[in-house]
């Protein structure tokens, strides 16, 4: 039974087994979200659809400036949209959604790829929007129909450069050491030995992106000092508006001040702080060059071909030091992160570390830094991905100083979330797919299902077989956190979670992985493992999903899992691939599967 502070005093884990919360987890949660209420007469958002009973009197001031009378219901033909409703007691948000996202017409697939392994010969060390433009016509080339990429949001710009695309600073910006150098305007002759360098980096399947961030940087501020001004470029700044020249100014600060907004100056410490207009003047140059690197970005992403849409992904928080939690900071949870609750993959539970709003605080904020997320990831592509979309409905707290097996789930507005979701995804015409694996409530089910948002189906998961997998789903075999198939065949994914010190009780389910594939049509313990990786995809390829996943991992035999969760030792999201991309035509095995998979 849920608190009135909407704390959970237990769950039900995957198996179907009922567990209650720690004594001493919920009695911080509930103080925090007791602290946390906003105060008394903050009138919250109004989010419905057109024809919904509403039982309120007023006038709407729609989006476009144009006015309708609204009595207790909204019109059938009220446009979506975020308007304002004006009442006796004053005026207040009133947000009317579509019913459903938008949704492919008919089913495809298309390549999975964290785009920092993905390199070619010009690469500097580290796959780039030039490498994710030849990656979306190569796609095309043998079929596919979409690319589906890692997080690209941006890392405080500091050396070391953080490597996990799950933990950004910001989810409404973009990471500047995607840029590729040469293709930035004014770059020519004086960046090549830099570019020679960066090149150099290529001779190491790890990648060190210290090395590639103070080679990337030294070259763009050398651009930048010899750049002439550009028109696009400050018409776009302005476009933008104040939340731009917010985070140039926290990137210019954390470069004097720190990463962590946390122990800087009191002067400098929030948006709205004393200290920061006489800053914004001392460091107006360095505040342009981090603007201006956020339209390279955005312009190179931009610049891709346009048969072959990215879907792009986003993270379900973002870190407690950086950008976003700088802005939004009285939004925020004190002392408390997101993670999972204990399950057999991961039997402590997990922290990650990332910041969550308070739901009343969010609601009272007009939901603008959820829209703002959503938006800034949506508008970059064809589709997203949503990380941990639970998190629409709950999210596993736990307070600071307790383990993770001592949170507690704390929900939030899940209907209204969904509903603006519906919005930004109409808005952008862009399909959304939510990653719902793990201890899953059968209501998120429901109302993604509602509004046309695709489930995930992982291979490694299902007792299914793909064909009997449902038609409004994004099928794969495995995940970014999962192994591959190539380190589940030949024992490798199991040496390496037990040498980066994963219990032996978790490594165990790779053993039940490894039953899975030998339970494939053509796939006898004795083949190899390029045979049961055609012979998996051929399953996947009988999938009715809207869209099929393809590790581009899988595709070229690679080992080696990008990721294993709750490990320190271990150089996750640090290792490219074995090849460059200008050999994936010459690689047998990816051509095998990209032909299984046309031919589906």
């Known amino acids: 039974m849920i608190d009135e502070w909407g704390v959970a005093p237990g769950w039900i884990d995957p198996d179907g087994v009922a567990h209650r919360a720690s004594a001493d987890g919920l009695a911080r949660l509930r103080s925090v979200v007791q602290v946390a209420e906003p105060p008394a007469g903050v009138r919250f958002p109004v989010v419905t659809r057109s024809g919904l009973d509403v039982g ?94 890692n997080p690209l949001h941006a890392v405080a710009p500091l050396v070391p450069q953080e490597p996990c695309p799950y933990y950004p600073t910001s989810r409404r910006f973009l990471n500047p050491i995607y840029l590729r150098v040469e293709d930035v305007p004014g770059a020519g002759s004086a960046e ?68 962590s907004w946390r122990s800087w100056p009191a002067q400098l410490r929030r948006p709205d702080a004393p200290g920061l207009p006489a800053f914004r003047l001392r460091a107006a140059t360095e505040i342009t060059f981090w603007a201006w690197l956020q339209w390279l970005v955005r312009s190179q992403l931009e610049a891709g071909p346009s048969q072959v849409p990215v879907v792009h992904d986003l993270p379900v928080g973002f870190a407690p030091d950086g950008f976003d939690a700088w802005c939004w900071q009285d939004l925020l949870a004190a002392g408390v992160s997101i993670g999972a609750p204990p399950d057999r993959l991961a039997p402590a539970g997990q922290n990650w570390g990332v910041a969550p709003f308070v739901p009343a605080r969010l609601r009272a904020a007009g939901y603008q830094p959820f829209i703002d997320s959503i938006r800034g990831a949506i508008a970059q592509g064809g589709g997203l991905r949503i990380d941990h979309i639970m998190g629409f409905m709950r999210l596993w707290w736990i307070p600071e100083s307790l383990t993770a097996a001592d949170g507690a789930y704390v929900h939030y507005p899940m209907d209204e979330l969904f509903d603006l979701l519906c919005l930004e995804s109409v808005r952008a015409q862009a399909t959304v797919i939510g990653e719902d694996l793990g201890t899953v409530e059968p209501a998120v089910r429901s109302a993604m299902h509602a509004r046309g948002i695709l489930s995930s189906r992982v291979f490694w998961f299902e007792d299914q077989a793909p064909a009997d997998w449902p038609i409004d789903a994004l099928g794969t075999i495995s995940t970014h956190d999962l192994p591959t198939i190539a380190g589940v065949w030949s024992g490798t994914d199991a040496a390496d979670q037990l040498n980066s010190g994963v219990p032996p009780a978790g490594v165990a389910e790779t053993e039940t992985l490894r039953r899975r594939l030998q339970d494939l049509p053509g796939a006898p313990p004795t083949a190899n493992a390029a045979a049961v990786t055609v012979a998996a995809h051929a399953a996947l390829s009988k999938a009715p999903c809207l869209m099929v996943g393809v590790s581009v991992q899988d595709g070229l035999g690679v080992a080696a899992r990008s990721n294993i969760p709750g490990t320190v030792k271990r150089a996750n999201w640090s290792r490219a691939l074995p090849i460059a991309l200008e050999e994936f035509d010459n690689c047998d095995l990816i051509s095998g599967i990209a032909a299984v998979m046309r031919h589906s």
Do not use: M
């Open 192 to 259: 090549l030995p830099l570019a020679e360098r960066g090149v150099a980096l290529n001779a190491s399947v790890g990648i060190d992106r210290d090395a590639v961030w103070e080679l990337k940087i030294a070259a763009l501020r050398a651009v930048y000092g010899r750049r002439d001004p550009s028109p696009e470029f400050t018409a776009w700044r302005h476009r933008q508006g104040q939340a731009l020249e917010d985070f140039a100014t926290w990137c210019a600060l954390a470069g004097t001040q720190g990463p």
């Open 56 to 149: 309120i009197y007023g006038v709407l001031e729609l989006e476009d400036g144009g006015e309708i009378p609204l009595a207790r219901r909204v019109p059938a033909d009220c446009p979506p949209g975020y308007h304002v409703v004006h009442e006796v007691t004053g005026p207040r948000p009133f947000i009317v959604c579509p019913p459903r996202c938008v949704r492919p017409s008919r089913s495809q697939w298309g390549w999975c790829a964290q785009l920092y392994e993905v390199r070619s010969a010009r690469s500097w060390g580290i796959g780039d929007l030039a490498d994710l433009r030849a990656l979306r016509q190569w796609a095309a080339s043998v079929g596919a129909e979409f690319v589906l990429i």
